[in-house]
Protein backbone atom coordinates (compact mmCIF):
# COMPACT_ATOMS: atom_id res chain seq x y z
CA UNK A 1 0.00 0.00 0.00
CA UNK A 2 0.98 3.61 -0.33
CA UNK A 3 2.46 5.76 2.31
CA UNK A 4 1.03 8.90 4.26
CA UNK A 5 2.89 10.20 6.72
CA UNK A 6 1.78 13.52 8.07
CA UNK A 7 2.20 15.36 11.25
CA UNK A 8 -0.59 18.34 10.01
CA UNK A 9 -2.38 18.95 7.45
CA UNK A 10 -1.08 21.51 5.10
CA UNK A 11 -3.80 23.31 2.63
CA UNK A 12 -3.93 24.56 -0.72
CA UNK A 13 -5.67 27.17 -1.12
CA UNK A 14 -7.60 28.77 -4.29
CA UNK A 15 -6.92 32.89 -4.24
CA UNK A 16 -9.07 34.57 -2.25
CA UNK A 17 -10.54 38.02 -3.31
CA UNK A 18 -7.78 39.83 -1.99
CA UNK A 19 -5.26 37.60 -3.78
CA UNK A 20 -4.80 38.48 -7.19
CA UNK A 21 -4.34 35.10 -9.44
CA UNK A 22 -1.01 34.42 -10.91
CA UNK A 23 1.00 31.11 -12.46
CA UNK A 24 1.90 28.43 -10.17
CA UNK A 25 5.66 28.60 -10.73
CA UNK A 26 7.64 25.33 -11.26
CA UNK A 27 10.80 23.87 -11.80
CA UNK A 28 11.84 20.69 -12.58
CA UNK A 29 15.45 19.36 -12.27
CA UNK A 30 16.87 16.37 -14.35
CA UNK A 31 19.89 14.66 -12.91
CA UNK A 32 21.56 11.98 -15.55
CA UNK A 33 20.97 8.44 -14.45
CA UNK A 34 23.31 7.23 -12.89
CA UNK A 35 24.36 3.01 -12.60
CA UNK A 36 26.59 1.32 -10.51
CA UNK A 37 26.73 3.93 -8.16
CA UNK A 38 28.21 2.47 -4.46
CA UNK A 39 31.87 2.34 -2.84
CA UNK A 40 33.10 -1.00 -2.92
CA UNK A 41 32.67 -3.51 -1.14
CA UNK A 42 29.34 -2.78 -1.33
CA UNK A 43 27.08 -4.11 -4.52
CA UNK A 44 25.74 -1.33 -7.10
CA UNK A 45 22.61 -0.14 -7.18
CA UNK A 46 20.58 0.65 -10.16
CA UNK A 47 19.53 4.18 -10.49
CA UNK A 48 16.50 5.22 -12.92
CA UNK A 49 17.34 3.69 -16.55
CA UNK A 50 15.41 6.59 -18.18
CA UNK A 51 17.22 9.53 -20.30
CA UNK A 52 17.06 12.96 -18.57
CA UNK A 53 15.34 14.25 -21.36
CA UNK A 54 12.64 11.80 -21.47
CA UNK A 55 12.37 11.90 -17.52
CA UNK A 56 11.44 15.46 -18.21
CA UNK A 57 8.98 15.41 -21.43
CA UNK A 58 7.07 12.48 -19.14
CA UNK A 59 7.22 15.18 -15.78
CA UNK A 60 6.03 18.31 -18.54
CA UNK A 61 3.54 15.70 -19.81
CA UNK A 62 2.05 15.04 -16.18
CA UNK A 63 2.13 18.91 -15.23
CA UNK A 64 0.06 19.41 -18.27
CA UNK A 65 -2.30 16.71 -17.71
CA UNK A 66 -3.19 18.22 -14.48
CA UNK A 67 -5.51 21.56 -15.94
CA UNK A 68 -3.26 24.00 -13.55
CA UNK A 69 -2.28 27.55 -14.74
CA UNK A 70 1.52 26.62 -13.70
CA UNK A 71 4.94 28.01 -15.90
CA UNK A 72 7.26 25.47 -16.21
CA UNK A 73 11.16 25.82 -16.13
CA UNK A 74 13.20 22.97 -16.85
CA UNK A 75 16.93 22.91 -15.70
CA UNK A 76 18.66 20.27 -18.11
CA UNK A 77 21.65 19.62 -15.68
CA UNK A 78 20.55 19.06 -12.24
CA UNK A 79 23.83 19.00 -9.97
CA UNK A 80 25.01 20.08 -6.41
CA UNK A 81 24.47 24.06 -6.78
CA UNK A 82 22.57 24.86 -10.17
CA UNK A 83 19.24 24.07 -8.74
CA UNK A 84 20.32 26.67 -6.07
CA UNK A 85 21.86 28.89 -8.17
CA UNK A 86 18.45 29.22 -10.72
CA UNK A 87 16.46 29.38 -7.54
CA UNK A 88 18.72 32.29 -6.78
CA UNK A 89 18.31 34.45 -9.82
CA UNK A 90 14.72 33.86 -10.91
CA UNK A 91 12.69 36.84 -10.45
CA UNK A 92 9.93 34.48 -8.68
CA UNK A 93 9.97 31.92 -5.82
CA UNK A 94 9.46 28.50 -6.91
CA UNK A 95 6.01 27.22 -5.90
CA UNK A 96 6.75 23.98 -6.83
CA UNK A 97 9.75 22.12 -7.30
CA UNK A 98 10.24 18.29 -9.01
CA UNK A 99 13.59 16.71 -8.72
CA UNK A 100 14.52 13.47 -10.98
CA UNK A 101 17.41 11.25 -11.84
CA UNK A 102 18.87 11.12 -8.30
CA UNK A 103 17.89 9.28 -4.51
CA UNK A 104 18.86 8.35 -1.37
CA UNK A 105 17.44 4.48 -1.26
CA UNK A 106 21.58 3.53 -0.73
CA UNK A 107 22.30 6.05 1.86
CA UNK A 108 19.43 7.27 4.38
CA UNK A 109 21.51 10.53 5.45
CA UNK A 110 23.16 11.37 1.74
CA UNK A 111 21.28 12.95 -1.81
CA UNK A 112 23.57 12.05 -4.95
CA UNK A 113 22.92 13.93 -7.21
CA UNK A 114 25.27 14.75 -11.17
CA UNK A 115 28.25 16.88 -10.94
CA UNK A 116 28.20 17.22 -14.86
CA UNK A 117 30.74 14.57 -15.21
CA UNK A 118 28.53 11.58 -14.95
CA UNK A 119 29.44 10.79 -11.72
CA UNK A 120 28.59 11.10 -7.99
CA UNK A 121 28.25 14.12 -5.51
CA UNK A 122 26.38 13.17 -2.29
CA UNK A 123 24.61 15.77 -0.47
CA UNK A 124 24.32 15.23 3.01
CA UNK A 125 20.23 15.44 3.77
CA UNK A 126 21.21 17.85 6.84
CA UNK A 127 22.04 20.76 4.35
CA UNK A 128 19.30 19.75 1.69
CA UNK A 129 18.55 23.72 2.26
CA UNK A 130 21.30 24.43 0.14
CA UNK A 131 20.55 22.56 -2.72
CA UNK A 132 16.62 24.52 -2.57
CA UNK A 133 17.29 27.26 -0.45
CA UNK A 134 14.22 29.33 -0.63
CA UNK A 135 10.93 26.71 0.59
CA UNK A 136 8.69 25.78 -1.98
CA UNK A 137 5.15 24.84 -1.39
CA UNK A 138 5.39 21.32 -3.02
CA UNK A 139 8.68 19.37 -3.29
CA UNK A 140 8.21 16.20 -5.66
CA UNK A 141 11.24 13.82 -5.77
CA UNK A 142 10.59 11.19 -8.45
CA UNK A 143 13.47 8.21 -8.43
CA UNK A 144 15.00 5.95 -5.83
CA UNK A 145 14.42 8.41 -2.40
CA UNK A 146 13.93 6.46 0.72
CA UNK A 147 11.25 7.72 3.35
CA UNK A 148 14.23 9.09 5.54
CA UNK A 149 14.38 11.69 2.29
CA UNK A 150 11.04 13.20 2.77
CA UNK A 151 11.19 13.21 6.50
CA UNK A 152 14.39 15.01 6.91
CA UNK A 153 12.98 17.45 4.53
CA UNK A 154 10.01 18.24 6.35
CA UNK A 155 11.75 18.28 9.43
CA UNK A 156 14.45 20.65 8.15
CA UNK A 157 12.02 22.91 6.95
CA UNK A 158 12.96 22.85 2.94
CA UNK A 159 9.59 21.99 2.26
CA UNK A 160 5.83 22.18 3.99
CA UNK A 161 4.63 19.05 1.79
CA UNK A 162 7.14 16.17 0.01
CA UNK A 163 5.65 13.60 -2.72
CA UNK A 164 8.40 10.56 -3.13
CA UNK A 165 7.84 8.89 -6.26
CA UNK A 166 10.13 5.80 -6.85
CA UNK A 167 9.31 5.36 -10.51
CA UNK A 168 12.67 2.38 -9.92
CA UNK A 169 9.68 0.25 -9.16
CA UNK A 170 7.19 -1.65 -12.07
CA UNK A 171 4.36 0.37 -10.98
CA UNK A 172 5.66 3.31 -10.40
CA UNK A 173 7.39 3.21 -14.05
CA UNK A 174 4.07 2.69 -15.49
CA UNK A 175 1.69 4.83 -13.43
CA UNK A 176 4.06 7.52 -11.07
CA UNK A 177 3.22 10.50 -13.52
CA UNK A 178 0.21 9.81 -14.18
CA UNK A 179 -0.72 9.80 -10.37
CA UNK A 180 0.86 12.51 -9.76
CA UNK A 181 -1.22 14.17 -12.46
CA UNK A 182 -4.49 12.96 -10.41
CA UNK A 183 -3.13 14.28 -7.55
CA UNK A 184 -2.81 18.20 -9.36
CA UNK A 185 -5.88 17.75 -11.15
CA UNK A 186 -8.02 17.19 -7.92
CA UNK A 187 -6.83 20.14 -5.96
CA UNK A 188 -7.94 22.54 -8.87
CA UNK A 189 -11.56 20.76 -9.76
CA UNK A 190 -12.49 20.19 -6.12
CA UNK A 191 -15.56 21.71 -5.06
CA UNK A 192 -14.24 22.19 -1.82
CA UNK A 193 -10.77 23.48 -0.72
CA UNK A 194 -8.78 20.28 -0.52
CA UNK A 195 -5.41 19.84 1.25
CA UNK A 196 -2.66 17.87 -0.71
CA UNK A 197 -2.93 14.84 1.34
CA UNK A 198 -6.64 14.23 0.92
CA UNK A 199 -5.82 14.85 -2.80
CA UNK A 200 -2.78 12.26 -2.66
CA UNK A 201 -5.59 9.70 -0.57
CA UNK A 202 -8.39 9.98 -2.95
CA UNK A 203 -6.07 9.30 -5.79
CA UNK A 204 -4.40 5.99 -3.59
CA UNK A 205 -7.87 4.81 -3.07
CA UNK A 206 -8.94 5.39 -7.09
CA UNK A 207 -5.55 3.55 -7.57
CA UNK A 208 -6.14 0.63 -5.09
CA UNK A 209 -9.90 0.11 -6.18
CA UNK A 210 -8.47 -0.18 -9.57
CA UNK A 211 -6.33 -2.98 -8.47
CA UNK A 212 -3.36 -0.58 -9.28
CA UNK A 213 -1.97 -0.23 -5.33
CA UNK A 214 0.35 2.82 -5.00
CA UNK A 215 3.64 1.11 -3.15
CA UNK A 216 5.44 3.88 -5.06
CA UNK A 217 3.99 6.74 -3.92
CA UNK A 218 4.44 8.06 -0.21
CA UNK A 219 3.63 11.58 1.14
CA UNK A 220 5.00 13.50 4.36
CA UNK A 221 3.64 16.83 5.81
CA UNK A 222 5.93 18.90 8.08
CA UNK A 223 4.52 20.47 11.39
CA UNK A 224 3.24 24.42 10.90
CA UNK A 225 5.62 25.06 13.18
CA UNK A 226 8.90 24.10 11.14
CA UNK A 227 7.01 24.95 7.78
CA UNK A 228 3.76 26.85 8.09
CA UNK A 229 1.70 26.66 4.90
CA UNK A 230 1.26 29.41 2.56
CA UNK A 231 -1.69 29.93 -0.16
CA UNK A 232 -0.79 29.07 -3.46
CA UNK A 233 -3.15 30.31 -6.14
CA UNK A 234 -4.47 27.13 -8.11
CA UNK A 235 -6.35 28.74 -10.73
CA UNK A 236 -7.48 25.67 -13.74
CA UNK A 237 -5.76 27.22 -16.84
CA UNK A 238 -2.70 25.63 -19.22
CA UNK A 239 0.84 24.39 -18.59
CA UNK A 240 3.64 27.12 -20.21
CA UNK A 241 7.13 25.35 -20.36
CA UNK A 242 9.97 27.85 -20.97
CA UNK A 243 13.17 26.34 -22.16
CA UNK A 244 16.49 27.64 -20.30
CA UNK A 245 19.97 27.48 -21.85
CA UNK A 246 21.35 25.38 -19.19
CA UNK A 247 24.46 27.89 -18.25
CA UNK A 248 23.86 27.71 -14.65
CA UNK A 249 24.85 23.56 -14.96
CA UNK A 250 27.78 25.10 -16.66
CA UNK A 251 28.57 27.17 -14.03
CA UNK A 252 28.15 25.07 -10.93
CA UNK A 253 29.93 21.85 -12.55
CA UNK A 254 32.72 21.26 -10.32
CA UNK A 255 35.54 20.13 -12.00
CA UNK A 256 38.63 18.79 -10.53
CA UNK A 257 40.81 20.29 -13.29
CA UNK A 258 39.86 23.88 -13.10
CA UNK A 259 38.57 26.01 -10.17
CA UNK A 260 34.99 25.19 -9.30
CA UNK A 261 31.53 27.14 -10.90
CA UNK A 262 33.95 27.86 -13.74
CA UNK A 263 33.03 27.36 -17.28
CA UNK A 264 36.23 25.81 -19.57
CA UNK A 265 38.09 28.04 -21.10
CA UNK A 266 40.20 27.78 -24.70
CA UNK A 267 40.26 25.10 -27.00
CA UNK A 268 37.02 26.90 -28.65
CA UNK A 269 38.36 27.03 -32.22
CA UNK A 270 38.62 23.06 -31.75
CA UNK A 271 35.40 22.97 -30.04
CA UNK A 272 33.35 24.74 -32.81
CA UNK A 273 35.31 22.99 -35.43
CA UNK A 274 33.76 19.79 -34.56
CA UNK A 275 30.52 21.74 -33.78
CA UNK A 276 30.39 22.95 -37.46
CA UNK A 277 30.93 19.04 -38.92
CA UNK A 278 28.93 17.07 -36.71
CA UNK A 279 25.68 19.32 -36.12
CA UNK A 280 25.66 22.14 -39.49
CA UNK A 281 27.05 20.49 -42.02
CA UNK A 282 26.14 17.04 -41.14
CA UNK A 283 29.47 15.68 -42.75
CA UNK A 284 30.31 13.25 -40.17
CA UNK A 285 29.08 11.86 -36.81
CA UNK A 286 32.11 10.13 -35.62
CA UNK A 287 34.82 12.02 -33.67
CA UNK A 288 38.38 11.16 -32.40
CA UNK A 289 39.86 13.72 -29.98
CA UNK A 290 43.15 12.62 -29.39
CA UNK A 291 46.16 14.71 -27.26
CA UNK A 292 49.05 14.45 -24.94
CA UNK A 293 47.86 14.14 -21.25
CA UNK A 294 46.87 17.45 -19.86
CA UNK A 295 45.82 18.71 -23.33
CA UNK A 296 41.80 18.62 -22.47
CA UNK A 297 40.40 15.72 -24.35
CA UNK A 298 37.85 14.96 -21.82
CA UNK A 299 37.17 18.81 -21.19
CA UNK A 300 35.91 19.20 -25.31
CA UNK A 301 33.96 16.11 -24.86
CA UNK A 302 32.06 17.01 -21.74
CA UNK A 303 31.58 20.44 -22.64
CA UNK A 304 30.53 19.37 -26.72
CA UNK A 305 27.88 16.57 -24.99
CA UNK A 306 26.65 19.38 -22.74
CA UNK A 307 26.33 21.89 -25.56
CA UNK A 308 23.75 18.88 -27.54
CA UNK A 309 22.14 18.48 -24.65
CA UNK A 310 21.05 22.00 -23.59
CA UNK A 311 20.09 22.75 -27.63
CA UNK A 312 18.27 19.76 -27.60
CA UNK A 313 20.23 18.02 -30.13
CA UNK A 314 20.00 14.77 -28.68
CA UNK A 315 17.63 12.91 -26.44
CA UNK A 316 20.31 10.65 -24.89
CA UNK A 317 23.23 11.45 -23.17
CA UNK A 318 25.72 8.45 -22.62
CA UNK A 319 29.05 9.34 -20.84
CA UNK A 320 31.62 6.53 -20.59
CA UNK A 321 34.74 6.35 -19.50
CA UNK A 322 37.39 2.56 -20.58
CA UNK A 323 39.41 3.75 -17.62
CA UNK A 324 38.46 0.98 -14.51
CA UNK A 325 39.88 3.81 -11.82
CA UNK A 326 37.78 6.34 -13.59
CA UNK A 327 35.26 7.86 -10.93
CA UNK A 328 32.55 8.05 -13.86
CA UNK A 329 29.20 6.11 -14.10
CA UNK A 330 29.47 3.96 -16.55
CA UNK A 331 32.38 1.60 -17.77
CA UNK A 332 33.20 0.16 -20.42
CA UNK A 333 35.76 -2.71 -20.83
CA UNK A 334 34.33 -5.22 -23.60
CA UNK A 335 31.35 -5.26 -25.71
CA UNK A 336 29.53 -7.21 -23.83
CA UNK A 337 29.62 -4.64 -21.23
CA UNK A 338 28.81 -1.65 -23.75
CA UNK A 339 25.40 -3.97 -24.59
CA UNK A 340 24.48 -4.17 -20.85
CA UNK A 341 25.24 -0.38 -20.89
CA UNK A 342 22.70 0.39 -23.91
CA UNK A 343 20.27 -2.01 -22.64
CA UNK A 344 19.95 -0.85 -18.81
CA UNK A 345 19.67 2.87 -20.09
CA UNK A 346 17.45 2.18 -22.98
CA UNK A 347 15.08 -0.31 -21.81
CA UNK A 348 16.00 -2.86 -23.64
CA UNK A 349 16.41 -5.70 -21.54
CA UNK A 350 19.49 -7.25 -23.33
CA UNK A 351 21.05 -8.32 -20.41
CA UNK A 352 19.37 -11.86 -20.90
CA UNK A 353 20.31 -12.20 -24.38
CA UNK A 354 23.21 -14.39 -25.10
CA UNK A 355 23.13 -14.24 -28.75
CA UNK A 356 25.02 -11.36 -30.47
CA UNK A 357 22.77 -11.00 -33.43
CA UNK A 358 19.73 -10.82 -31.68
CA UNK A 359 20.98 -8.40 -29.13
CA UNK A 360 22.69 -6.32 -32.20
CA UNK A 361 19.68 -5.84 -34.35
CA UNK A 362 17.52 -5.08 -30.97
CA UNK A 363 20.38 -2.16 -30.60
CA UNK A 364 20.69 -0.94 -33.57
CA UNK A 365 16.79 -0.82 -34.50
CA UNK A 366 16.12 0.95 -30.98
CA UNK A 367 18.86 3.82 -31.83
CA UNK A 368 17.46 4.43 -35.18
CA UNK A 369 14.53 5.45 -33.63
CA UNK A 370 16.43 8.30 -31.40
CA UNK A 371 18.71 11.03 -31.32
CA UNK A 372 21.52 10.01 -28.69
CA UNK A 373 25.14 11.01 -28.35
CA UNK A 374 27.83 8.27 -26.98
CA UNK A 375 30.90 9.78 -25.42
CA UNK A 376 33.50 6.86 -24.82
CA UNK A 377 36.83 8.17 -22.57
CA UNK A 378 40.22 6.74 -22.56
CA UNK A 379 40.42 4.79 -25.15
CA UNK A 380 43.95 3.64 -24.58
CA UNK A 381 42.39 1.71 -21.18
CA UNK A 382 41.13 -1.40 -23.40
CA UNK A 383 42.55 -4.06 -23.81
CA UNK A 384 43.91 -4.87 -27.63
CA UNK A 385 41.55 -7.94 -27.89
CA UNK A 386 38.72 -6.12 -26.98
CA UNK A 387 39.15 -2.81 -29.42
CA UNK A 388 37.96 -4.60 -32.72
CA UNK A 389 34.64 -5.67 -31.58
CA UNK A 390 33.51 -2.75 -29.76
CA UNK A 391 34.75 -0.75 -32.92
CA UNK A 392 32.89 -3.17 -35.32
CA UNK A 393 29.78 -2.31 -33.28
CA UNK A 394 30.35 1.59 -33.06
CA UNK A 395 30.98 1.45 -36.99
CA UNK A 396 27.60 -0.30 -37.44
CA UNK A 397 25.77 2.56 -35.57
CA UNK A 398 23.55 4.50 -37.45
CA UNK A 399 24.36 8.21 -38.69
CA UNK A 400 21.89 9.56 -36.23
CA UNK A 401 23.92 8.78 -33.43
CA UNK A 402 26.87 11.06 -32.36
CA UNK A 403 29.80 9.10 -31.03
CA UNK A 404 32.94 11.33 -29.59
CA UNK A 405 35.84 8.94 -28.67
CA UNK A 406 38.86 10.09 -26.56
CA UNK A 407 42.41 8.55 -27.05
CA UNK A 408 45.92 9.68 -25.39
CA UNK A 409 49.05 10.27 -27.86
CA UNK A 410 49.75 12.78 -31.20
CA UNK A 411 47.97 11.68 -34.16
CA UNK A 412 50.93 9.79 -35.19
CA UNK A 413 51.09 7.62 -32.15
CA UNK A 414 50.35 3.73 -32.78
CA UNK A 415 47.17 3.89 -30.53
CA UNK A 416 45.56 6.80 -32.77
CA UNK A 417 46.98 5.18 -36.04
CA UNK A 418 45.11 2.05 -34.61
CA UNK A 419 41.99 3.31 -33.27
CA UNK A 420 41.49 5.40 -36.73
CA UNK A 421 42.04 2.38 -38.84
CA UNK A 422 39.45 0.54 -36.86
CA UNK A 423 36.81 3.64 -37.03
CA UNK A 424 37.71 4.69 -40.85
CA UNK A 425 34.55 6.72 -41.09
CA UNK A 426 35.23 8.84 -37.84
CA UNK A 427 37.11 12.56 -38.37
CA UNK A 428 40.35 12.77 -36.49
CA UNK A 429 40.69 15.94 -34.31
CA UNK A 430 44.58 16.00 -32.87
CA UNK A 431 44.84 18.79 -30.47
CA UNK A 432 48.19 20.79 -30.32
CA UNK A 433 50.18 21.43 -27.02
CA UNK A 434 48.95 24.58 -26.11
CA UNK A 435 52.02 27.62 -26.75
CA UNK A 436 53.36 29.84 -23.65
CA UNK A 437 51.34 32.69 -24.31
CA UNK A 438 47.96 31.05 -24.47
CA UNK A 439 48.19 29.24 -21.59
CA UNK A 440 49.50 31.83 -19.63
CA UNK A 441 46.49 33.86 -20.90
CA UNK A 442 44.23 30.93 -19.71
CA UNK A 443 45.66 30.97 -16.41
CA UNK A 444 45.57 34.18 -15.63
CA UNK A 445 42.04 34.50 -16.43
CA UNK A 446 40.72 31.66 -14.82
CA UNK A 447 42.48 33.30 -11.70
CA UNK A 448 40.72 36.78 -12.26
CA UNK A 449 37.17 35.01 -12.64
CA UNK A 450 37.56 32.95 -9.68
CA UNK A 451 38.39 35.47 -7.35
CA UNK A 452 40.36 32.55 -5.48
CA UNK A 453 43.06 33.38 -3.13
CA UNK A 454 46.47 30.53 -3.22
CA UNK A 455 47.26 28.65 -0.56
CA UNK A 456 49.63 28.58 2.01
CA UNK A 457 52.65 28.36 1.50
CA UNK A 458 52.02 30.54 -1.80
CA UNK A 459 51.17 33.49 -0.25
CA UNK A 460 54.46 34.88 -0.28
CA UNK A 461 56.32 37.22 -2.50
CA UNK A 462 58.00 34.66 -3.54
CA UNK A 463 55.29 32.77 -4.91
CA UNK A 464 53.67 34.72 -7.53
CA UNK A 465 50.61 33.71 -9.89
CA UNK A 466 53.43 33.52 -12.73
CA UNK A 467 55.59 31.87 -9.90
CA UNK A 468 53.03 29.16 -10.05
CA UNK A 469 52.32 28.94 -13.37
CA UNK A 470 55.87 28.19 -14.56
CA UNK A 471 56.02 25.55 -11.60
CA UNK A 472 52.73 23.88 -13.43
CA UNK A 473 54.67 23.58 -16.65
CA UNK A 474 53.26 26.56 -18.49
CA UNK A 475 50.12 23.70 -18.42
CA UNK A 476 46.35 25.23 -16.87
CA UNK A 477 45.11 21.54 -17.00
CA UNK A 478 47.73 20.61 -14.29
CA UNK A 479 46.51 23.02 -11.92
CA UNK A 480 43.87 22.52 -9.33
CA UNK A 481 42.47 25.41 -7.23
CA UNK A 482 41.69 24.25 -3.33
CA UNK A 483 42.16 23.78 -0.21
CA UNK A 484 44.80 21.15 -0.55
Known sequence: MFSSISTEPEKLKKPTNGTEPRKIQVVIACGRPL????????????????????????VQSALSASGIEMEVQHLPEFTRNSLAMHIEEAEDDPDIVVM???????????????????????????????VVPKRPRLLVAIGNFSHNFGKLATEEGVAPVVIILNDTEAAGSADSYEFLSLVLKGLVRSNEKMTIQQSFDQVAQRFQEEKRPATYAAIFVALRAVAPPRPLPVIQGTCRVLDMSGMAALRSRQNPRVFRQLGFDGRSQEMWAIIDGMERSCAYNKVIICGSTG????EIAAQLVLWMIDRAKVTCAICASCDKQADVAHSVRDVNSLYDMFGALLTLGMAARKQDDLRKSVLLRTLRSIRAVLWIDDWQCLADKDKVPIAKLLSEFPSNVRIII???????HLQVQNLQSMVPDAKLFPLPDLNAALSQKMFFTHM???SAELPSPLHTAHYTCRTVFNLCAASPFRIMFGDD
Open 448 to 450: ERS
Open 295 to 298: SGRT
Open 100 to 130: CGSGTSWDDGKLLVEDGFASADLVNLGDLHL
Open 406 to 412: TCRGEKD
Open 35 to 58: LHVRSSPLPPISMPTMSLHLERHK
